[in-house]
């Protein structure tokens, strides 16, 4: 049997169970925080040290192998996305439900505080503040590992890569793209607010971050009298334009990965692959990420199974466009799989452009003689 909580979502009670387990854990973990933690913005900080360092360990590609057996990345990504959704709106139920007073006294009191004590609304504010904070950041854990990208939460960039994935979605996106077409109007203009201000991805500390998502938190709670249905709709609709996002990004690398691993496997020229990879990367003059990236796993790749350094190429500043068509004329044999690189190479960031063209026509000429 099943209980039905306010607003649209119904949850059996394993997920209303699991969800307020981990509410009472975060209790825990807030009673623990000053009123310097949560006004500086140092909550963040601390959180991200509990939220990941236990549970990447158990969050494994074995993990999500063994339980969705069978099924490829995007069905299981987007089962995650799912099941964040339903618990992000679960506890939205459960935090309107029992919050009382208005946010802005509510946080306003945290300036009469000492130090060393938060008042109770604030904790009880925290509480969903670190829970939905926590699920998102998880969420693109769990993403990216699904697509088997590495990611080391101690590895301080790479922390700060999940931070800004969770997290970065640039202001007015949101409303941009196809996420909140079917969204209510009142959610839809709460949205609005929620992705204003500041590209979470410009973040110079942790710390910026949480005062960040403690400032977009109060919209949820600032309209009187539909504060349950309303940070039901907002906790989920938001945890699935997080997920969605990082699966965009996620899922791109994983694809720039596989065409490595591709023109790799294929090459019979690993060598002259890069030279040419890396002529046409530069052919207008500009570097994309994806570019860099692929640029990034070809030489890793050439490295690890065909044992090609190439420490020439590592210490070039402007490439030759003569040493390069010098390697393709005196490189014996079918270079059918150079060429097959390079288009693949170009058209790895878009549609090919007038000097990748350019390049190529000039390759695919040499390689026919």
């Known amino acids: 049997m099943t209980k039905e909580l306010p607003g649209p979502v119904n949850d059996d009670d394993s997920d209303r169970e699991a969800v307020e387990q981990e509410r009472a854990r975060l209790r825990e973990f807030v009673k623990g925080l000053s009123a310097d933690d949560i006004k500086s913005g140092g909550w963040f900080t601390k959180l991200c040290t509990q939220a ?4 990447t360990e158990n969050a494994t590609w074995e993990y999500f192998k063994q339980k969705y057996e069978g099924m490829p990345a995007d069905g299981i990504v987007e089962q995650q996305i799912k099941l964040a959704a339903k618990y992000a709106a679960i506890e939205g139920g459960i935090s309107s439900s029992v919050y009382a007073g208005t946010i802005a006294a509510t946080i306003g009191s945290l300036g009469g505080a000492s130090p060393a004590t938060v008042p109770a609304g ?5 509480v969903d503040l670190t829970y939905i904070s926590q699920l998102q950041m998880r969420l693109a854990h769990d993403i990216a590992v699904i697509y088997q990208i590495p990611l080391d939460v101690n590895d301080p960039e ?3 890569k999940l931070i800004r994935v969770a997290f970065g979605i640039k202001a007015g996106e949101a409303v941009r793209s196809g996420v909140t077409k079917f969204v209510p109007g009142l959610v839809r203009q709460v949205l609005k607010k929620y992705y204003s201000g500041p590209v979470l991805a410009a973040a110079k500390s942790l710390s910026f971050v949480g005062k960040h998502l403690l400032q977009r938190n109060i919209i949820k709670f600032a309209i009187p009298g539909i504060g349950v249905p309303l940070t039901i709709l907002v906790n989920r609709y938001t945890t699935v334009i997080a997920g969605r996002h990082a699966r ?4 791109d690398e994983a694809r720039v990965i596989e065409l490595a691993d591709t023109l790799i496997r294929r090459t019979q020229h690993p060598q002259l692959l890069l030279w040419v990879a890396w002529l046409v990367i530069n052919a207008d003059g500009k570097i994309a990420d994806t570019e860099r ?4 796993q070809l030489t890793r790749l050439a490295r690890e199974r065909h044992q090609v350094s ?11 466009l003569d040493e390069v068509w010098h390697r393709v004329d005196a490189e014996p044999g079918d270079l059918n799989d150079v060429v097959y690189a390079a288009e693949q190479v170009a058209a790895v960031d878009g549609d090919l452009n007038t000097q990748e063209k350019a390049v190529i026509a000039k390759l695919r000429d040499r390689c026919q003689h």
């Open 310 to 320: 190439d420490e020439h190429l590592a210490n070039v500043i402007e490439i030759d």
């Open 122 to 126: 604030v904790v009880t504010f925290m």
């Open 158 to 160: 790479d922390m700060l």
């Open 293 to 296: 990236l692929l640029f990034q």
């Open 52 to 55: 990941l360092r236990s549970y």
């Open 248 to 251: 965009s990004v996620f899922r």
